[in-house]
């Protein structure tokens, strides 16, 4: 049995962490029977954050280490039905998702004052009273710090929210009329695309880049669409 640690459900999505709706998303595609335990504290994870897995009393962390393990172990591949090029487009689509459009999100939500003042309340609900406003100072800390070294703090709120357009945009025209990114079917690029597009669009946030997402009307019905395939 897997056992998946991840935070609560918040803001109307089933995780709002993408990397943790990213692999639930992808444990349900793949049909693979797991439990959830709910963590609030990252720091808990072998890696210092969430999600991770306990997989035959071994325990894996990073979305695509564990998404490699767990479909070598299972014999399993979302993408088997794509050829060498649409293998490459998961790649790349993937990497789009988690290395440079979550991190945009992730500017908006915890930075920006109006997102800090939405998701503070939510997301530290159990951190005690009294350090709360300490923990929030230290993690936005760390936070600006992590946008520093991937060098998206040097740029005005301006630039990164065209650089959060030109994201929306690729995965707009990457998916055109399809109804998956992989094709008919969805394959791994999916499960990355829904945990955070679902958190841009289906979410209940409201910051800039959810606005923006939801001007989108094929990623607003691919969104919809993977709720109703995944998560009904
Ligand atoms: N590369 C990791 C990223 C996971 C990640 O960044 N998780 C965030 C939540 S969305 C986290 O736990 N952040 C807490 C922290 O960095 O302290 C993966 O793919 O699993």
């Keep these: 049995m897997i056992t998946l640690f991840q935070f609560p459900p918040a803001f109307n999505v089933p995780n709002v962490s993408p990397f943790c709706l990213k692999l639930e998303t992808f444990l349900r595609l793949s049909g693979l029977e797991y439990q959830v335990q709910h963590l609030s504290d990252p720091r808990k994870g072998p890696k210092g954050k969430l999600p991770f897995v306990k997989v035959d009393g071994q325990t894996l962390a990073d979305t695509e280490v564990i998404i490699r393990e ?76 992590e946008m520093r070294g991937r060098g998206l703090d040097a740029h005005s709120r301006d630039e990164l929210l065209t650089f959060a357009r030109q994201d929306l945009d690729a995965l707009d025209g990457m998916l055109g009329d399809l109804p998956y990114f992989g094709g008919a079917q969805p394959c791994s690029a999916d499960a990355a695309a829904y945990g955070i597009l679902a958190n841009l669009i289906l979410s209940t946030l409201e910051t800039p880049l959810n606005h923006m997402a939801r001007e989108y009307e094929r990623l607003v019905a691919y969104s919809e669409r993977m709720q109703q395939r995944v998560w009904t």
Excluded: M, N
């Design 70 to 145: 767990l479909q070598d172990r299972y014999a399993l591949d979302l993408d088997a039905g794509l050829d060498a090029r649409g293998r490459g487009w998961a790649v790349s689509i993937t990497r789009l998702c988690d290395e440079h459009l979550t991190p945009l999100l992730v500017y908006f939500r915890w930075l920006e004052e109006a997102g800090w003042r939405q998701v503070a309340p939510v997301l530290l609900r159990d951190v005690p009273g009294p350090v709360r406003p300490l923990v929030g100072v230290l993690i936005r800390r760390k936070i600006r710090g």
